[in-house]
């Protein structure tokens, strides 16, 4: 990962030079830009995208090309095939396209915003909360500096994350959060043959295989309307309770010599955000996990089933994507340092026992119902028996019952999503 001053690069991605008083006056013109120019929120997602656009510069970003283009969109064709006889909803999938690195994140900024936000706002608070009471009544405006350089500071790591995590997810729903725009299954060719490379198995048989994946994650969200809503306001309820290490912050922002850009550059907010250890937020997390590992254990039943008899790697695909998942990669473990948040289903493999147990019991048909509302989901409690939770004979027209239209119903929205005056909220 290069390291970039705030996220400025020049011309090839590298830091200015400080012996080079031409490149020197060049960062300084775009730090004053920075500090001037007016903020919307508490991080500045501009210089976010910059960084991450640098990083992919200086470590490569491979354009797709018609061949690979023309796979994906064969390969997505194939996946809803195969899913027709294990899922009981038609296809998800109303785009089928394949990104670059850049793509992705340009793609799926949106929704980083809602959840890097609430974090980001605390740090802020927490910086401009250093400045002693008396000192801030005489540095009157220039407090708004404070909150502009935090907002940077933020917005340049994250921006560093976000470059790492586009160089290795696989697919728009790679990570288990609906990311990318509703209906869009999109693959990300060049991971793709990277991480095929890594498994010694054939690009194409990765592909589908990774198709498969995308394709059942589009059929789960589209046709479960509330449960986009559910998981990104589960990861946000997690993010609120995420605390600010404030001797962190002030031992990092010590060593900010705002003359020696390198100090800037050795900036690192990683330990600053850690969780709260408080029943609240003990449950907000067993709600998160659980939401993840049931979304990631019903893709990887759904996917193993319809692939089983089909792929000659399937089992060693299989794994490889449980492992992958359960550990997290390298770039996903950096943005879970950074915002204290981590992605990872913990209970994958219980989850997955657990809908095949429902699938047994109750056939395809049962076991999709249970996504009907999101008081019909086993608990974490349930992850221990699945069979009991299976055979639990329970009466679908219960949900004659169920207000559809309260929070955590049907029309549940996802964190700062406005209601549509035609009833629309699902995208």
């Known amino acids: ?48 995208r910059q960084v991450a656009a640098s990083q992919l510069a200086a470590a490569g970003d491979p354009a797709v090309s018609p061949y690979e283009r023309n796979a994906v969109e064969e390969a997505l064709r194939l996946a809803d095939l195969w899913l027709e006889p294990a899922s009981s909803w038609p296809s998800g999938i109303q785009s089928p396209v394949a990104w670059n690195r850049n793509e992705w994140i340009f793609k799926t900024l949106d929704v980083w915003r809602k959840l890097c936000d609430p974090v980001a706002s605390r740090m802020v608070g927490a910086m401009g909360d250093l400045v002693p009471p008396e000192a801030r009544a005489q540095l009157g405006p220039m407090q708004s500096m404070v909150a502009t350089l935090g907002g940077a500071l933020f917005g340049g790591q994250l921006g560093q994350a976000l470059g790492s995590l586009a160089a290795e997810v696989l697919s728009a729903g790679d990570i288990g959060l609906p990311l990318g725009p509703a209906g869009t299954a999109a693959l990300i060719p060049a991971n793709i043959r990277a991480y095929g490379e890594g498994l010694e198995l054939p690009e194409d048989e990765v592909r589908l295989y990774v198709a498969l994946r995308e394709a059942a994650h589009q059929r789960l969200f589209q046709h479960v309307p509330w449960l986009r809503g559910h998981v990104l306001s589960a990861v946000e309820m997690y993010a609120s309770g995420i605390r600010v290490n404030r001797e962190a912050i002030e031992e990092a922002m010590g060593r900010v010599d705002p003359t020696d850009p390198e100090s800037m550059q050795a900036i690192a907010l990683e330990g600053i955000f850690t969780p709260e250890d408080s029943p609240a937020q003990k449950a907000s997390l067993a709600r998160l996990e659980t939401a993840l590992a049931l979304v990631e254990g019903w893709v990887c039943h759904v996917v193993d089933s319809a692939a089983s008899e089909r792929l000659p790697n399937v089992v060693r695909l299989g794994e490889a994507f449980r492992r992958r998942r359960a550990a ?99 995208s």
């Open 1 to 48: 990962m290069p390291d970039i001053p705030f996220g400025f690069a020049l011309p090839g991605g590298q830091p200015p030079d400080p012996n080079d008083p031409a490149q020197m006056q060049q960062f300084m013109s775009q730090l004053q830009h920075l500090l001037s120019a007016p903020g919307s929120g508490p991080v500045n997602w501009d210089l976010a």
């Open 328 to 426: 997290g990669g390298p770039a996903e473990q950096t943005f879970a340092a950074l915002v204290g948040l981590e992605l990872r289903p913990r209970r994958l493999r219980e989850a997955a026992a657990l809908w095949a147990a429902l699938t047994e019991h109750r056939g395809i048909a049962g076991r999709d119902a249970v996504w009907g509302h999101p008081d019909l989901l086993p608990s974490d409690d349930d992850f221990a028996d699945p069979v009991a939770f299976a055979m639990n004979d329970m009466d679908l027209s219960e949900l004659d019952n169920f207000d559809f239209t309260a929070p955590g119903g049907a029309e549940e929205k996802a964190p700062g999503q406005q209601d549509d005056t035609d009833g629309d909220a699902r």
